[in-house]
């Protein structure tokens, strides 16, 4: 089978005005949607039956395998997956490799899901890109949304002839549909408790589903982890004898400085030891000195997960790309992640982070303790329903010192109407704002300039404030 994506590189322009191009795009949106879309139903627990690695594997050969063009790192976990990703694919470009990312879900349109070069393709290419799927996919049967847009990532990048790509799993690892690739590195960054009616109830169950992502002699990077989530993956590496790089044992990390324009990290290997030592007793003015990594995301998070990033770079090095600690020092200070802690406004502070899960708002409770120690906080909170949306609000809502509910235009958004009763019980006063935009400008109004404007409880709403703070034009905040 001939790859189908030619010799030259690049898609053949589309040759249509720019409406018909937009036009092209939405149509090809369309048809992606008109496929099973477990991002979108409420049926997610009666789906683990329907993942099968043999479809996308179908489609891929009948597409030329596309993502065996490039080298992949290949990233689960259930959170931190996403900034690793992306601090990886950034300091990868700073070293001068065209590079892919492939993340999900979008913020703000679908487009952001597949990259090249942090610049997401182009309404026109993914519509062409959709129509070369077309014939192959009436050919295959029972497809999904997901294994489609992943095959459309795939050969995308390898049209544009990228170097190196990033690829972040969309749900579990075993029987994700990225779960094709073969990657130079797997990166498992942490495991909690998420999406448990497909991949278990317990975290060594879920530890084996993203676990799934290793493979045979590929070493895998692993970001810190519960005892039985480490032992399960390192039980599952070691039968399938790939190495494994432990951050925190192996490769390790400690805050230097922060500050709301980012933090500072120092990483080591484990035989730098007695040279940290070192370091560390002479106040920092030691000739030597570990690598400083300067992140523009904020969160004591960030620093296991440009920690995990580094030591990802570490083995494509070692497996032969070209990187040195200077251009991943570059990559790393220019990556961009929004909705992760995102600062929109500093005076008041107003703060959006897609955090979905209880272990992820209890890292952003955290961070806003880290940064605004002494600000109370005026809470706006929407969540998707299949979510742990009392362990969220255990977290969070101690820290609020009054929660504005709503939802995002979203089918698995929660009714805020039965977020309110399970706010009762804190005895905080609390309000139902119907939209992401109403509730955004209710908290503006609420916080009275005094407080801190936290959004948080799902992607999609920290996605609809910032469109919402975009289409406000950044104009100062009103202070009643």
């Not at 601090?87 to 892919?100: D, I, K, S, W």
């Not at 029987?175 to 495991?191: F, G, H, K, M, Q």
């Not at 990559?331 to 992820?360: C, I, K, L, S």
């Not at 805020?416 to 005895?427: F, K, N, Q």
């Amino acid at each position: 089978i001939l790859p189908l994506w030619g010799a030259g590189g690049t898609i053949s322009p589309m040759k249509r005005r720019p409406e018909d191009k937009e036009r092209a795009y939405y149509e090809a949106l369309d048809y992606l949607y008109s496929f099973v879309d477990y991002s979108l139903t409420r049926n997610l627990r009666n789906a683990p039956e329907k993942f099968d690695l043999g479809r996308m594997e179908a489609l891929l050969t009948a597409l030329g395998a596309p993502h065996r063009a490039y080298p992949v790192v290949h990233i689960a976990g259930t959170k931190g997956k996403g900034s690793v990703a992306a601090m990886t694919a950034a300091a990868l470009q700073a070293a001068g490799y065209r590079v892919g990312l492939y993340t999900s879900p979008h913020l703000q349109d679908f487009a952001e899901r597949i990259q090249v070069d942090r610049q997401p393709i182009s309404h026109g290419d993914l519509a062409a890109v959709v129509a070369q799927l077309k014939p192959h996919v009436e050919r295959i049967p029972r497809l999904t949304t997901f294994e489609l847009t992943t095959a459309s990532a795939f050969l995308y990048f390898a049209w544009q002839k990228v170097d190196v790509a990033v690829v972040e799993v969309g749900l579990g690892g075993r029987l994700d549909a990225t779960n094709v690739v073969l990657p130079e590195v797997s990166v498992i960054t942490s495991i909690s408790y998420d999406h448990t009616a497909i991949l278990g109830h317990t975290l060594a169950a879920i530890a084996r589903e993203k676990a799934g992502i290793v493979k045979p002699g590929v070493p895998v990077v692993m970001a810190p982890q519960a005892d039985e989530a480490r032992e399960t993956i390192l039980r599952i590496a070691r039968q399938r004898h790939a190495p494994v790089i432990e951050v925190g044992r192996d490769c390790h990390y400690a805050p230097l400085a922060r500050g709301l324009d980012g933090q500072t990290v120092l990483v080591w290997p484990e035989q730098d030891r007695e040279g940290v030592e070192a370091f560390i007793q002479s106040g920092g003015i030691a000739e030597w000195e570990p690598v400083r990594l300067h992140i523009p995301l904020l969160g004591p998070h960030q620093v296991v997960n440009a920690a995990t990033a580094y030591a990802a770079l570490q083995v494509l090095r070692r497996r032969g790309l070209a990187l040195d600690d200077q251009t991943i020092r570059e990559g790393m200070a220019r990556t961009r992640w929004p909705a992760r802690f995102e600062v929109f406004q500093r005076h008041p502070p107003v703060v959006v982070d897609g955090a979905h899960n209880a272990a992820a708002a209890r890292q952003v409770r955290l961070t806003v303790d880290e940064y605004f120690p002494q600000w109370p906080v005026v809470l706006v909170f929407g969540a998707s329903e299949d979510k742990d949306i009392a362990g969220m609000l255990a977290e969070l809502l101690p820290r609020a010192r009054e929660v504005i509910l709503t939802q995002s235009v979203h089918p698995r958004a929660a009714d805020p109407d039965s977020l309110l009763e399970m706010v009762r019980p804190y005895g905080k006063p609390a309000w139902v704002v119907a939209s992401v935009p109403e509730s955004l400008e209710t908290a503006l109004r609420r916080s009275a300039g005094e407080a801190v404007v936290l959004v948080t409880g799902s992607l999609f709403v920290a996605a609809a404030a910032r469109t919402a703070w975009q289409e406000r034009a950044l104009q100062p905040m009103l202070v009643v």
